[in-house]
């Protein structure tokens, strides 16, 4: 990481880096670094095998949370000829722009984690949102046996993420119609608002809230703060969320909740691995994720997209989850 | 003159000095009267509402936004503001937590400290910001403004810096205590609002330095004439603020179970809210800690409140924005009465 | 013989059951000067805010021109031709004289875009018909207090203003921007304009004044034309009861050194000055606006940096850097603006009285509310402030009441040296004479006093020896026996 940030001030001082001729540069314009997710893919990146071997230069730019910022850093791209591009946008309209100027430079662009929408992309390689929604409703759904009533965690609401994750909460909870949503409310993806929000809604649901779905990780945290903070067992809630950030895998080893994986490592380097077989000729992937993942084939990294699967976490593989965030 | 006068006319100048009178009242005790009348239409509306479980939950979750507010109340008292207080939170809840955590990443070599050494290293971060911002303002004059936003912008990047961007978890039931921990069934974090709140209340009515900062926010040069060190006292409510935002970072992350990197982003805004819906003016010189306490119950409570009726969290936005200009312009109507 | 251009008969005003004016007269004639007397809480503040339509009469009439008149606003008063000066002026200090004169009205030309070229010279116009010598481009900012009361004139005549009322205009001017403000209350009075002057300053209105109404609590008491009354009636009339002395002067200088400065500089205007003080003796300094007289102070006290000169008290040579090493020394300092320096107006009365001797009000860090409250009540009862209790604000208070909390807290931390400047400006006459009397003891208790004045009258009846500064400089030193007027305001200019 002190790395990445090194390089990025060094690339935000629009000094070019000293780089070999042959070695292809590529950017990855991520919309920000202050969240464990966009860290754990940046770290994921830089370890892909290409990156280790010297055979690509790999910049790494923060997007701050800005729409405007990513652009800017497209321009920088652009005029310092990178040879292909990464993008995690932070907006999936605004996003559009970069994405044409790039095209128009004849720079690839290569869409990773969050959609951006543009015809012009090379290709996206991402988890689709609806999918985990369904799973991780259908999760809570199933440990209270499609009957009793839930509450739900929204993101902010319009985000992509929310709004994908929504409509398959509410897929999965149709195939369950005994099921009564109690409350349904946004707590910012933030850990301190769900707490918050949860120990109010303990209130005023004394002992009828039965599951909790919360669409990240963190605000499922929350809820399970809250609930031993109100002085009841977790064990007694169904709670999931989805991200499989540290603390999440944490809590699925003690039996508090569950969580989605969502492949963050898979969706970087697969992502590289698509830039740089659009840069280079016969280009073999050589991140090990095309092995483990035997639903989404390589394809001669020429699909327009790749739908990186999620893995739900269990006791099974939890332990060697966390090995890897040591 | 006053003899004259007839019966009737006396009559109705009694009722009118009566009628005065109230609305003098009705100024004075304005925010307390609103924050009676909105837990008791909330009583009626919700049957859980004051139940003890809902009531400490509400002082739980007022208390972290209390802290910082009563640490504001003494910078605006002297006419400054800390738009910094936030970013305190976060960065001192990370260094401290850093000290208390079991897990191996976040750690601090030869960790997890003591929780009390890993308190009092937060502390000190959160003074020391406190302490730069202070002599900022003290020492070169710099609005408070402008300066605190500084401090806003570096803290936050320190913290990002200091963490690698990554939160900090598993933090030891020790340190966790001051958030989760209760004491005869009042939770922690109440226990220490209440102890910041009286420490607050009793340094500002009752000792040297509470005169000063009302002197000294009041009227400075008046103040710097009547041989008070105008510059020590701005430079003290800056450390004071510092080392109260610290303590509520300690108390977000030990209750959260995490320090986040981005926790407390805006917290200061709420906190200003508190402090102006209690009765400070902005202008400096007047107001009183127990109104920033009345005022951060009443946004905590109406939070509560909202959330217990199952509204939609962006009305809370709102009507905690009307409730504050309304503060405002009843403050200001008291103002043009005197 | 025409109508009086205003005349006011039995107005009433009561707020809440508090009558604040019974039965206020008044009767301004055209090109004349009428003195509007009264102390603090004699009713001239709110007679003068029915009279601009601030706020509405109980009863009673106003005439103007003969013709019964109601204003509801000030803006209907200023339509009817009656315009304010007010004590403290409110300009927009970045804007030029031209735009602020126009401030609200400017001449517009095509496009709604400001006709600056208009709007300057017709500014200029009115400023020289009135013999100003102000440019109209000039910034306000850079213009002297005087000068922009001055602007104000000329903004109230810009609106055909006849009646033209001036509250306190002097309050902030040296003696000779006071001449020069004179002079264009000459002007105006040949154009046939009618002034309402309001002062404390007997003196002044004994110089410009053709006429006086005085208000004592709430009520009419007396008018008349000026020369057909003396001081001493005049102000019997305001105070109520007889005044056998303006001045009280008890004190006897002793030949015990109090303080002593050698060779004082500062950055702000003050150039090697050297002048002693005795115990039991007051010693004025004189000097405009800018000469350096306040400037003494400041460095005295430690408020500027220390540039050089030595300090002994009591023979003891001392050293100042802050304004706490001061008063531990024994010196206390009656700042010249009150509300600016002297008072914190949002903090109560005992808080005030009690702020520059804190540390003596406590154990250790902790007050004492007992200790402050005696305290407070003890300067309450010595200077006789009228108050209802020590917890009330400050603001509330009149000007001469203020001015005894700031004398209040200065006599608490029992000083050698009293630093007075300009002790009695906006205070009434009666208050006065307290602070006089206060003066007087103190010295004759031993004490040395150093007063800053602009008002002659004040030096002359109070000082027993008097220093003029003029450009940072003490250009003179009179006796007692020297002192006149003519000399002091000669060393001065």
Request: glycine share 10%.
């Amino acid at each position: 990481m002190k790395k990445t940030l090194i390089a990025m001030l060094a690339t935000s001082a629009l000094t070019a880096p000293a780089v070999a001729q042959d070695v292809p540069q590529i950017g990855a314009a991520v919309y920000g670094l202050n969240a464990e997710f966009m860290q754990i893919w940046s770290a994921a990146l830089e370890e892909h095998p290409a990156v280790q071997e010297g055979l690509v230069d790999i910049t790494i730019f923060d997007g701050r949370y800005d729409a405007l910022v990513q652009q800017e850093q497209f321009e920088t791209m652009i005029t310092q000829e990178f040879d292909a591009i990464i993008f995690v946008p932070i907006d999936i309209e605004a996003g559009a722009t970069a994405v044409e100027a790039a095209s128009e430079a004849g720079i690839p662009v290569v869409g990773s984690n969050t959609r951006v929408n543009s015809d012009l992309l090379h290709s996206y390689v991402g988890s689709d949102d609806v999918r985990s929604g369904y799973m991780l409703a259908r999760y809570v759904l199933d440990q209270i046996g499609c009957e009793g009533n839930v509450v739900i965690l929204e993101g902010p609401i319009g985000q992509s993420a929310q709004i994908s994750r929504l409509e398959g909460n509410m897929q999965a909870l149709a195939e369950c119609p005994d099921v009564n949503i109690l409350e349904q409310q946004t707590a910012n993806w933030s850990r301190a608002e769900a707490q918050t929000l949860m120990e109010n809604w303990l209130t005023s649901h004394d002992g009828e809230i039965d599951g909790v779905i919360g669409q990240n990780d963190e605000m499922a945290l929350g809820a399970i703060e809250a609930i031993r903070a109100a002085g009841l067992s977790v064990d007694d809630f169904a709670v999931a969320g989805i991200d499989g950030i540290t603390d999440a895998l944490v809590a699925v080893q003690g039996g508090d909740m569950a969580s989605i994986l969502q492949d963050a490592r898979a969706q970087a380097q697969g992502a590289l691995d698509v830039a740089l077989a659009a840069v280079k000729d016969d280009y073999e992937p050589m991140s090990d994720i095309w092995t483990s993942y035997t639903d989404m084939p390589w394809n001669a990294g020429a699909d327009a997209e790749y739908s990186v699967p999620w893995t739900p976490v269990n006791d099974e593989n939890v332990e060697a989850l966390l090995a890897t965030r040591q | 003159m006053e003899a004259k006068q007839t019966a009737p006319a006396q009559a109705a100048q009694a009722q009118d000095a009566w009628k005065q009178q109230l609305a003098a009242y009705g100024q004075k005790y304005g925010i307390l009267i609103a924050l009676v009348l909105i837990c008791l239409v909330l009583a009626v509306v919700n049957e859980h509402f004051l139940s003890t479980r809902n009531i400490l939950n509400v002082l739980r979750q007022t208390s972290i936004n209390g802290i910082l507010a009563i640490g504001m109340t003494f910078v605006i008292l002297t006419r400054g503001i800390d738009l910094s207080v936030g970013s305190v939170v976060a960065l001192a809840g990370i260094v401290a937590a850093s000290l208390a955590t079991t897990s191996s990443t976040a750690m601090v070599a030869g960790g997890p400290y003591p929780a009390l050494l890993a308190i009092a290293i937060g502390l000190s971060v959160g003074m020391a910001c406190g302490a730069v911002s202070g002599v900022v303002v003290a020492r070169f004059a710099v609005p408070a403004f402008v300066a605190t936003l500084g401090m806003l912008s570096a803290a936050r990047g320190l913290t990002l810096l200091y963490g690698d961007g990554r939160p900090v978890p598993a933090l030891t039931p020790e340190f966790r205590w001051i958030g989760t921990g209760e004491v005869f069934g009042i939770p922690m974090p109440v226990i220490l609002f209440a102890v910041v709140f009286l420490v607050a209340w009793w340094v500002l009515n009752s000792t040297r330095f509470g005169r000063h900062v009302y002197a000294a926010g009041g009227n400075p040069h008046a103040a710097e004439v009547s041989g008070i060190n105008v510059k020590r006292i701005r430079l003290m409510v800056y450390v004071i603020s510092g080392a109260l935002a610290g303590l509520a970072g300690m108390m977000l992350a030990a209750r959260t179970g995490s320090a986040l990197p981005q926790a407390g982003i805006a917290y200061e805004l709420d906190a200003i809210a508190a402090v102006v819906i209690g009765g400070t003016s902005l202008a400096g010189g007047v107001g009183r800690v127990t109104g920033t306490v009345i005022g951060a119950l009443l946004i905590g409570v109406v939070n509560n409140g909202l959330d217990l009726m199952g509204v939609e969290s962006y009305y809370q936005q709102v009507i905690k924005g009307v409730l504050i200009v309304a503060a405002v312009m009843l403050d200001q109507a008291r103002h043009r009465r005197e | 013989m025409p109508p009086p251009l205003l005349e006011v008969k039995e107005v009433t005003k009561s707020f809440g059951g508090v009558t604040a004016l019974s039965d206020g007269r008044f009767k301004l004639e055209r090109g004349t000067v009428h003195a509007l007397c009264g102390g603090n809480g004699a009713g001239k503040s709110t007679f003068l805010s029915i009279v601009m339509g601030i706020q509405p009469r109980d009863s009673g009439s106003i005439l103007r021109d003969g013709a019964e008149v109601t204003f509801r606003t000030p803006g209907q008063a200023l339509a009817a031709g009656i315009s304010i000066i007010e004590q403290e002026l409110s300009p927009v200090p970045a804007m030029t004289v031209a735009e602020n004169i126009y401030l609200g009205r400017e001449p517009l030309a095509v496009f709604g875009r400001v006709d600056f070229r208009t709007m300057n010279a017709n500014a200029q116009a009115l400023l020289d018909e009135l013999h100003f010598g102000i440019d109209a481009r000039t910034v306000m900012m850079d213009l002297s207090v005087a000068e922009l009361q001055l602007v104000e004139i000329a903004k109230a005549l810009s609106y055909d203003a006849e009646i033209i009322i001036m509250d306190e205009p002097t309050s902030a001017l040296g003696e000779a921007e006071a001449d020069q403000l004179f002079a264009a209350i000459a002007t105006l009075k040949a154009q046939g304009k009618g002034i309402v002057y309001v002062s404390h300053r007997l003196s002044e209105i004994f110089e410009i004044a053709d006429s006086y109404t005085v208000f004592r609590d709430g009520a009419y008491v007396g008018s008349g034309a000026i020369s057909d009354v003396t001081r001493e009636a005049l102000i019997q009339m305001i105070v109520g009861r007889p005044l056998t002395e303006e001045f009280v002067k008890e004190n006897v200088p002793g030949t015990d050194q109090a303080l002593s400065v050698r060779g004082l500089n500062s950055l702000n205007h003050v150039k090697d000055v050297s002048f002693d003080v005795h115990r039991g003796e007051i010693l004025a300094v004189f000097g405009l606006m800018g000469s350096g007289r306040s400037e003494i102070f400041e460095r005295l006290f430690g408020l500027v940096e220390d540039m050089g000169g030595e300090i002994a008290l009591d023979g003891k040579p001392i050293r100042v850097s802050s304004p706490a090493q001061a008063i531990d020394h024994g010196l206390a300092f009656v700042t010249e603006d009150r509300k600016g320096s002297g008072l914190v107006l949002s903090a109560s009365v005992r808080a005030n009285i009690c702020m520059a001797q804190l540390a003596e009000l406590g154990f250790g860090p902790v007050m004492s509310p007992q200790r402050e409250g005696k305290a407070a009540r003890d300067m309450i009862d010595k200077f006789r402030i009228k108050t209802a209790t020590d917890l009330l604000d400050v603001a509330g208070l009149s000007g001469g009441n203020q001015q005894k909390v700031v004398l209040g807290k200065w006599f608490l931390t029992e000083p050698k040296v009293l630093l007075l400047d300009e002790p009695t400006r906006g205070v009434d006459v009666g208050a006065k004479r307290e602070i006089y009397r206060v003066m007087s003891d103190f010295a004759a208790a031993g004490g040395a006093v150093v007063m800053v004045s602009s008002e002659t009258d004040e030096v002359l009846g109070m000082a027993d020896r008097a220093i003029v500064m003029r450009d940072g400089t003490i250009s003179g030193e009179l006796s007692r026996a020297e002192l006149s007027a003519d000399r002091l305001v000669h060393l001065a200019a």
